[in-house]
């Protein structure tokens, strides 16, 4: 059974930075896509990045390139979420999630870290 777990939430003030993880688990991921997701209180979950497992590339979304970063590390089956510049419309429960790379749809959650931005 995959299992997912985020850790390295907080509080922290803007302009500050985190490390998000993800410890991946229950098999292998060669063929996985990882990938970073938020919720902010009364909005829809959104996009963070995402990453293929073997080979590493990666894709961010627009409105966060250049402040988050997405990598891994394959020998600790841990993805991370490098957070810089931050800003209090970064506050959200921040998810990681997994899926197959050829199918349409996460299969896998974590159960999410809270970030917290303060101006």
């Known amino acids: 059974q995959v299992q997912l777990v985020e850790s390295g939430g907080g509080l922290v003030q803007a302009g500050g930075s985190l490390r998000l993880s993800c410890a991946a688990s229950g098999r292998t991921f060669d063929n996985f896509l990882m990938g970073w997701f938020r919720q902010a209180p009364g909005k829809e979950r959104e996009f963070v990045a995402n990453i293929r497992w073997s080979g590493g590339n990666t894709y961010h979304a627009d409105s966060l390139k250049g402040r988050f970063t997405i990598s891994r590390d394959n020998a600790k089956n841990t993805m991370y979420l490098q957070m810089n510049n931050l800003k209090p419309e970064d506050t959200a429960v921040y998810y990681c999630?997994?899926?197959?790379?050829?199918?349409?749809?996460?299969?896998?959650w974590g159960q999410g870290t809270q970030v917290t931005v303060s101006s």
């Open positions: 999630a997994a899926k197959l790379y050829y199918v349409s749809s996460y299969q896998y």
